[in-house]
């Protein structure tokens, strides 16, 4: 089925580093959500936007929604142990009073180092 | 805090047996989801449901794959019979199009193992 690239595939690194991981997609999307997955549990919702630039915060956590609408970045900064887990990206382009079919990219895994 | 609600967390079976999923969403969301995720891949869209109606089940293999949400609450999916390819995460998720927010509520998912 359709989905979104989505890179690294994977990142390692130390805690207290930042962490961006992106997504694109060949399509436009009028809605981008980020999930964090952990083991053995199901997608877990940081941050939506719903604008073309928009720039929103959850915390140490920053995304925003790419200017051409076919792309968007995630940032955490500071990173803690407990932020270890899947990262995916899901664009939706919302039909009214219908909700819509979330496309998800493949996921990054991260891993932090105390 | 509402939640998506799905049972069982596991399940277990031989192929050519039949299993079923249930999930419960969040109070009051008329849009509920059901999505297969096959390990170290992103969640893939089975059925979308507006109430007790299908909005979307174009990815849905119908020749064993049934779902149904006859009183637009809860929801059953059914495999009969099970294969080995079904083995991965079944996911539920519920919104509320109302607004038209798009955000999509998990529950934890049932894990399928096809033996």
């Known amino acids: 089925g359709q989905q979104l690239n989505q890179s690294p595939q994977s990142m390692f690194i130390q805690e207290g580093e930042d962490v961006s991981m992106n997504c694109t997609s060949s399509s436009i999307f009028n809605t981008w959500l980020w999930y964090k997955q952990d083991p053995g549990e199901g997608p877990v919702l940081l941050i939506a936007l719903y604008k073309a630039g928009e720039l929103t915060s959850n915390g140490r956590l920053t995304a925003q929604f790419g200017i051409t609408r076919k792309d968007s970045f995630l940032n955490i900064s500071a990173s803690i142990p407990s932020d270890v887990g899947i990262y995916f990206c899901a664009g939706i382009n919302m039909i009214y009073n219908q909700g819509g079919k979330l496309i998800f990219g493949q996921g990054t895994e991260l891993s932090v180092k105390p | 805090e509402a939640e998506v609600a799905q049972s069982p967390r596991y399940k277990i079976t031989e192929k050519s047996q039949a299993v079923a999923f249930w999930c419960d969403p969040i109070s009051g969301h008329a849009t509920l989801y059901w999505y297969r995720q096959i390990l170290g891949q992103g969640p893939e869209l089975l059925v979308q449901?507006?109430?007790?109606?299908?909005?979307?089940d174009s990815q849905l293999p119908k020749d064993r794959f049934s779902a149904e949400r006859l009183k637009g609450v809860d929801s059953t999916l059914k495999i009969q019979p099970a294969e080995l390819g079904d083995s991965a995460m079944y996911l539920c998720a519920s919104s509320s199009p109302w607004g038209g927010t798009g955000e999509q509520f998990f529950g934890p998912g049932t894990r399928l193992t096809v033996l």
């Open positions: 449901f507006q109430d007790e109606s299908v909005v979307d």
